[in-house]
């Protein structure tokens, strides 16, 4: 014990004496002169000033030492050496080679070759570091097996230029792309694996998934599919489900098994839900959602429906100037399966926008992604809006994913800084499709690209081929005209209809129109058009005197304007939510004076998974300002929204010749039905009531057929290898002598 002491005591000792001696130091020698040698690329000026010392400075060994590390930080050197005799102090180094440039050998791909390359320029005229090589090499390589080259490897070169400079070359293999051959979940029993494989972003390779990236395998993209799964339970109600793993298993060269290991557990309700609001704000002005916690009480428990309290109560914040509160929750699970929800507000801070950062965009130009922010740099934060500009990304429908990350600047105080992080997909589209019935058959193709050139512009084109009709379209739609959040529109379009057996007419019309579109409100979408149309009529031997009359050239100049809202929990296969759009179509200088009205309503209800029921509405009317309606402008019931009957071959006929109406409904009851087949998980049931009615002729009253029209049946999504199969077959329940009727059609599509 007092051995220890007395080396402790020497060693404080020693150290004193040392101090003492540095403290002497410091007051006795003063720099006089800076000698700097070794120094090639810098100046002698730029590297005293690296070291922060300065002729006239007392000096330390400390402060040689805190010289040594300034400069040491500084990257440029490889070899430092100071020394100080007499009040000269010497510097010499041996500066570290320049990287003159990055050179990617082995990657043909465009968009990887851009991602690689914000990654290489950052170096490029910085000191050659290995470390830091090897750093950037690390992620280099982790970027190209992101890209499903899972077993890429790369080369280091370094090529001397004999000026203190190399060249950096990575030389890439990167052998076979791995496939996603097979997805498989584990201990699910509750939701069909299809439905969950709709759900992640990683897919199945298939041969005519020739250009989707998502069938290789991603590490990243697997994470993200993990989070997708979570999310989608914990909406379903399942509140503690957890993804206990998530793996990859090779079974034969590049082809993978990709498994999701799921355990749900049991199924939860809301039971209550409070809003605490203390006497600082006005109770009455969030007293309308006690309706909407009523709503949801024994309802299962939903991470979507919390969110979107959460953001309603914002916005009512927001609108009664309560602009510095956020809208916090807390949940407490009771009696077993029930969880309460306390809704409290939390004061913040005024913030601002410092930067806003975009990831993940190789295709998309970021001008696309930043058009759709509502919120900019530099503008005051708010909640509200930026989750409204996110939303507004995710509807463009050319991402799969789009995450977002706000946090405190490093920089600025009160500043946030906005990651946004994108995941794209396939925008292509190429559809066929087919159906048949007492009428004949038809057949319809058509491609789309919804992302053109990387700029968010949809082009779409289509034709389709029938008994009586040849139509042809193609349009080009711009959502971000020059910058702004209005969208602009051109379609051309010509048809050409031979109806001569059933109505007695056949036409040729062929037109040009523009158009632009934008948010009115919150989900509210407001689109005005205009356009022109040539249009040839053709009667036949026996039509009416009436229609004989209407025969010859039309030319049409016309305004359309729409209101649609939409409140669908999703626009593809919707299980909740509702949308209504009117529309109508006033003519500017036409050889028609016809005004057109159409309103369209659909309600969506889930009360489970595979329990959904919906109804849909339409009506629509026209009329003209000074003569009778032309025969081809008349409204028609689409077969789509009257299964069971022909399309164009309902309603009021003119001898043997159907002439449409003035007025026209229709409405479907639709719900989805249990799974029938446990061997095929892939089939969608559905059961349907259609009805409908065409009314009034303007030329002859004594045409009307007052008759409404039904029919059931059953309905069937198949979503096959060559993509998705839709049958259905239908009996009318009501019908007229005259109406001619059909069971069976179908229609087939895939993507790409």
Known sequence: MKSNFSTFLKIIICTFLLFVSNVNLVHSEIIKKIDVSGNDRLAKE??????????????????????????????????????????????KVEENPLIQSVIINGIKNKSVLNELSKITKKIEKYPFLENKVNDQ????????????????????????????????????????RAKISQIKFIGNKIF???????????????PWKFITPNKFLNEKRIELDVNLLKN??????????????????????????????????KKYFFNDINLEVSDDYSKESFSNFNKIFEKLKDEPYSLNSIKKIINEIDKTALQKEFVFINAKYQEKIINKNKINIDIFFEESEKHFVDRINIFGNFITEE????????????????????????????????????????????????????????????????????????????????????NYLGKGIVLDTNLTLSDDEIKGKFSVINHHFRNTDRSINTTIESTSSDFMTTSGYKTTRTGLKLGTGFEQYDDLFFNIDM??????????????????????????????????????????????????????????????????????????HSVNESLIFSGKLYLKAINSIDDDVRVSKRVYIPSSRLRGFESGSIGPKDGTQYVGGNYGTAFTFNTTLPQLFNANENMDFNLFIDAANLWHVDYDNSLDSNKIRSATGISVNWFTPVGPLSFSYAIPLSEAATDKTESFRFQIGTSF
């Open 46 to 91: 730029t590297i005293v000033l690296f070291s922060q010392l300065e002729i006239g400075d007392d000096i330390s060994s400390s402060d040689l030492n805190n010289a040594f590390k300034k400069l040491y930080v500084t990257d440029y050197f490889k070899n430092i050496k100071i020394s100080f005799i007499n009040g000269n102090l010497k510097i």
């Open 137 to 176: 090499k690390n992620l280099l390589i982790n970027i190209v097996r992101n890209t499903g080259f899972y077993f890429a490897e790369i080369e280091t070169k370094i090529q001397d230029n004999n000026n203190n400079t190399v060249n950096l070359i990575y030389n890439f293999n990167l052998g076979e």
């Open 192 to 206: 069909k694996n299809s439905k969950l494989r709709n759900i992640i972003v990683s897919e199945e390779s298939r």
């Open 232 to 265: 989608y339970f914990k909406n379903k109600g399942y509140y503690n489900v957890l993804i206990k793993s998530s793996s990859a298993k090779v079974i034969d060269q590049n082809n993978f098994v990709l498994t999701f290991n799921i355990e749900a557990g």
């Open 367 to 450: 001008k696309v992604i930043r058009n759709a922010l509502i919120v900019d740099e530099g503008d005051a934060y708010n909640k509200i809006l930026f989750n409204k500009s996110i939303n507004d990304i995710k509807s463009k429908g050319i991402f799969k994913s789009v995450n977002s990350d706000v946090k405190d600047s490093e920089l600025k105080n009160n500043y946030k800084t906005i990651n946004i992080t994108i995941e794209e997909k396939a925008t292509g589209e190429i559809f066929a499709g087919a159906g048949t019935g007492t009428d004949g058959s038809s057949i319809s193709a058509g491609i789309k690209e919804k």
């Open 531 to 604: 356009s022109n149309y040539y249009e040839k009529l053709e009667t036949s031997s026996t039509a009416s005197s009436i229609k004989k009359k209407q025969e010859g050239d039309y030319f049409e100049n016309l305004i359309s304007y729409s209101l649609t809202l939409n409140k669908l929990d999703q626009n593809f296969q919707p299980s909740d939510g509702h949308i209504t759009k009117f529309s109508q179509t006033l003519p500017i200088y036409s050889d028609d004076q016809s005004i057109e009205n159409q309103f369209t309503a659909a309600k969506y």
